[in-house]
C-alpha cells in the first residue's frame, strides 16, 4: 500500500511541474529553460543533404552559392565520404551543408571464394587490365580436384591448368600483383595497390581464391589525395577563396 502511495505522490508532483510555467535563466550569457535546462536560442542549423557523387556535390556549390556561408570547408573524410561544412560559428559550431557517401562494389579481400564468384567479382569489382585478365584466365581454367598439383614456396604458386580439350599445363600464379579496385568515387581515378593472389581447396577438392591486400593501406592516401584534386579542379574559381578543400 505504501508503495502504491509513493508513486501517487510522485505522480501528483510530476503533473505539477509540468503544469507550471517554464522559468528563464540566463547562465554565463546563454539563456536556458528550467524544464530540462534546454537553450532555445541556439542558432538553427540545416540539415545535410545526401548525395552518393562527387559532381552532385560541386553542382550544389556551384548551383546553390546563396546557401554557403562566407567560410565553407569541404573535408575528404575517407576514400568513400566527403562533407561541405561551414567555418565556425559564433556558437562555435559547424553546420553540415552536404554529405557524399559512395558504396562501391566491394570485393572481400582475404576471404576465399568458390571459382564462379571469383571470376564474376575479377569482372565487376577491379578496373579491367592486363593483371585482371591474367588473373581471371588463371582462376578460370583450373580444373577441380588438381588444386593439390600446385607448389607453394611461401611467395609463389604454381598450378596445374587445362589447355584445350585434354592438355594440361602447370602455370606460374602472378604475385604480387597490381590491381585497381573499384574502393572510392567513380569520378577519380582509382588507386593502385599490390595483392597476394592464393589459391586453395575446399573439402571436396574444388579450387578456391582470394586476394590478399599488401600495400598496408596507402592506397587510401591515393584515393583522398585524387579527390581533393578533382574537387579543386572543377570547383568554380569564385569560391576558391571562401572554401577550404582538406583530407
Keep these: 500500500m505504501s508503495y502504491n502511495l509513493r508513486d501517487a ?22 539563456t536556458y529553460c528550467d524544464k530540462g535546462l534546454r537553450r532555445y536560442d541556439s542558432e538553427e542549423m540545416a540539415e545535410p543533404l545526401t548525395a552518393s557523387s562527387l559532381s ?13 556561408r562566407e567560410s565553407m570547408i569541404i573535408h575528404v573524410e575517407s576514400p568513400t565520404a566527403v562533407r561541405l561544412l561551414s567555418g ?21 579481400f582475404d576471404h576465399y571464394y568458390d571459382q564462379e564468384r571469383f571470376i564474376i567479382n575479377m569482372q565487376t569489382a577491379f578496373q ?26 611461401g611467395t609463389n604458386q604454381s598450378v596445374t591448368i587445362s589447355r ?7 602455370v606460374e600464379v602472378p604475385n604480387p600483383v597490381v590491381l585497381q579496385p573499384f574502393r572510392t568515387f567513380l569520378e577519380v581515378e582509382q ?50 577563396s571562401r572554401i577550404t578543400v582538406i583530407g
Design 9 to 30: 505522490i510522485e505522480y501528483l508532483v510530476d503533473l505539477a511541474d509540468d503544469a507550471r510555467e517554464p522559468h528563464v535563466v540566463d547562465i554565463n550569457g546563454k
Design 56 to 68: 552532385s556535390l560541386l553542382d550544389y556549390i556551384n548551383g546553390k552559392s546563396d546557401e554557403l
Design 88 to 108: 565556425l560559428t559564433k556558437e562555435r559550431q559547424r553546420e553540415s551543408l552536404f554529405y557524399v557517401r559512395t558504396n562501391p562494389n566491394g570485393f572481400e
Design 128 to 153: 579491367q587490365t592486363k593483371e585482371v585478365a591474367l588473373i581471371t584466365t588463371v582462376a578460370g581454367n583450373v580444373e577441380n580436384k588438381t588444386v593439390a598439383n600446385y607448389g607453394d614456396n
Design 164 to 170: 584445350g580439350v585434354a592438355g594440361k599445363e602447370a
Design 191 to 240: 588507386p593502385e595497390s599490390k595483392f597476394v593472389f592464393r589459391i586453395g581447396e575446399d573439402t571436396d577438392g574444388k579450387p578456391l581464391f582470394k586476394l590478399v591486400e599488401a600495400d598496408g593501406g596507402l592506397w587510401k592516401y591515393d584515393a583522398v589525395r585524387a579527390i581533393k584534386d578533382y574537387i579543386k579542379k572543377n570547383l568554380d574559381p569564385e569560391f576558391s
